[in-house]
Nanobody, 121 residues
Framework: QVQLEESGGGWVQAGGSLTLSCAAT????????MGWYRQTPGKDRDFVGV????????SYADSVKGRFTISRDSAKNTLYLQMNSLKPEDTAVYYC??????????????WGQGTQVTVSS
């Protein structure tokens, strides 16, 4: 099973940008549909977006479409989430995970520690 470690979160003002990283070990991320989810206290994790190999085709939740971009670096075995035009409602803990092909659901119940993103108004 691929092991995942998220990083890159922090505090940013509304309208700003952040790039999150998800470093994978144990297997190549290019074998899997990989995506990002986010969670706020007391709520379920929400799907943010997914990248599907081998083309890297992406799809996103409506709430982030046009502002967030998922990419992969095969050499570093790392998934990225570029977040632009951030809004206070983007504040959450962000997680990367393997995504069930053809859906927005995670493939399994494995989650890393996540990375906190806080957007101030």
């Amino acid at each position: 099973q691929v092991q995942l470690e998220e990083s890159g979160g922090g505090w940013v003002q509304a309208g700003g940008s952040l790039t999150l990283s998800c470093a994978a070990t144990g297997d190549s991320i290019n074998r899997y549909a990989m995506g990002w989810y986010r969670q706020t206290p007391g709520k379920d994790r929400d799907f943010v977006g997914v990248s599907v190999p081998p083309s890297g085709r992406t799809s996103y939740a409506d709430s982030v479409k046009g502002r967030f971009t998922i990419s992969r670096d095969s050499a570093k075995n790392t998934l990225y989430l570029q977040m632009n035009s951030l809004k206070p409602e983007d504040t959450a803990v962000y997680y990367c995970a393997e995504v069930t092909p053809g859906s927005q659901k995670p493939k399994n119940d494995y989650w890393g520690q996540g990375t906190q993103v806080t957007v101030s108004s």
